[in-house]
């Protein structure tokens, strides 16, 4: 069945720090991928997702780029700041309708990140 | 505003009791789903709904039941609450792949 792999944490980094946040994924289809991320006490929203190889989805200075061949959305920030501190899951969707993931997301267990000031 | 509640937010029981989370979006989407998050075990999905009356059992469903008479409620039941059912519990719907998440239910079981 359809797994998401992320980089295991926490992971603890001073404020302007070059961040990256390993996933990989298997999937039996062609899923879409995504970040969603939660901040203390709340519950998870998107961040950034991209539904076809190369494509590219960023947001609020996050990037990952949708890599078939090498089945991976790693997610990156060029300088984080405090308020970035919070769990980073990566997640996949396969196609509605189609076998016993229909409807469904995988994700990752999440990454918790720590920005010091 | 739109999205989607949780209620309680907090919960306090005890062992054997029955407890009702309840789950409501102000949208249409058709699925709708309960995680729940420990540490360690990330996000684990309980059961999953495809449209009112439509539901499936998803990686945990053991000691919960769901029912959705109607598109926008989703409410998870568990029906003798134990100790290792403490969680953060999490509904959300679902549109274009893209999943909504209500702010959650803390259930403590003593």
């Known amino acids: 069945g359809d797994s998401v792999t992320q980089m295991e944490g926490p992971v603890t980094l001073s404020e302007e720090a070059f961040l990256t946040i390993n996933c990989t994924y298997t999937?039996?289809?062609?899923?879409?991928l995504f970040w969603y991320v939660q901040y203390p006490g709340e519950g998870l929203q998107l961040l950034l997702k991209?539904?076809?190889?190369?494509d590219k989805g960023s947001n609020k200075g996050f990037e990952a780029t949708y890599r078939k061949e090498t089945t991976s959305f790693h997610l990156e920030k060029g300088s984080v700041q405090v308020s970035d501190s919070a769990v980073y899951f990566c997640?996949?969707?396969?196609?509605?309708?189609?076998?016993?993931?229909?409807?469904?997301?995988?994700f990752g267990d999440g990454t918790t990140l720590t920005v010091k000031p | 505003d739109a999205g989607i509640t949780q209620s309680p937010r907090y919960k306090i029981t005890e062992t054997g009791r029955q407890v009702t989370l309840m789950c409501h979006q102000t949208?249409?989407?058709?699925?709708m789903f309960w995680y729940r998050q420990d540490l360690g075990h990330g996000l684990r999905l309980i059961y999953y709904s495809a449209a009112a009356d439509i539901t499936d059992k998803g990686e945990v469903p053991d000691g919960y039941v769901v029912s959705r008479s109607k598109t926008e409620n989703f409410p998870l039941t568990l029906e003798s609450a134990t100790r290792s059912q403490t969680s953060v519990y999490f509904c959300a719907s679902r549109l274009d792949n893209e999943q909504f998440f209500g702010p959650g239910t803390r259930l403590t079981v003593l």
């Open positions: 997640a996949l969707s396969d196609n509605e309708g189609i076998g016993t993931n229909a409807g469904k997301s995988t």
């Open positions: 999937a039996t289809g062609y899923p879409s």
């Open positions: 949208w249409s989407h058709s699925y």
């Open positions: 991209a539904t076809k190889a190369d």
